[in-house]
């Protein structure tokens, strides 16, 4: 298998949440794990997300975690994740269901190079670029 880059998005208790939310978004399957699962059962935070993964039909992998209980939770402002192609439709479908309940910063629409783009923080916090090639 050749190596590959992911997307590991933490949450303060929120990660469950937010995989669903991303498979609303892109389909696919998940995977979940978690602290209780490797530890105690009845710690504070057992039931929160230690790994959480979706594999969607499009073949990305975007994995998930809730911070680990006693640890400081520090959400990050200089990461985006970007998602391009030339499948118009499947990406405006994406950009709309991210665009659910968050704040579009630039609004999807024909670029000065062409592609049609936008950027939008969703609901969780999380920056997206949508990049939709230019045929």
């Known amino acids: 298998m050749a190596s590959r880059l992911n997307p590991y998005i933490n949450f303060a208790g ?3 949440e937010a995989l669903e939310f991303y498979k609303g978004v892109f389909g696919g399957t998940t995977t979940l794990s978690t602290f209780g699962e490797f530890g105690d ?4 935070g057992a039931d929160q997300i230690m790994h959480g993964q979706l594999e969607t039909p499009a073949g990305y992998t975007l994995m998930v975690s809730d911070t680990p209980p006693g640890m ?3 959400p990050g402002t200089t990461i985006t ?4 192609g030339d499948d118009a ?3 405006r479908g994406y950009w709309e ?3 659910q309940d968050g704040q579009v910063t630039v609004p999807l629409a024909k670029q000065m190079w062409g592609d049609e783009f936008g950027s939008v923080v969703d609901r969780f916090g999380i920056a997206w670029m949508v990049d939709i090639t230019a045929s």
């Not at 059962?41 to 504070?44: L, N, S």
């Not at 994740?81 to 391009?84: A, C, G, W």
């Open 89 to 91: 439709d499947e990406l």
């Open 81 to 84: 994740v970007s998602v391009s």
């Open 41 to 44: 059962k009845d710690a504070p």
């Open 72 to 74: 400081p939770y520090n």
């Open 14 to 16: 929120q990660a469950r």
């Open 97 to 99: 269901r991210l665009a």
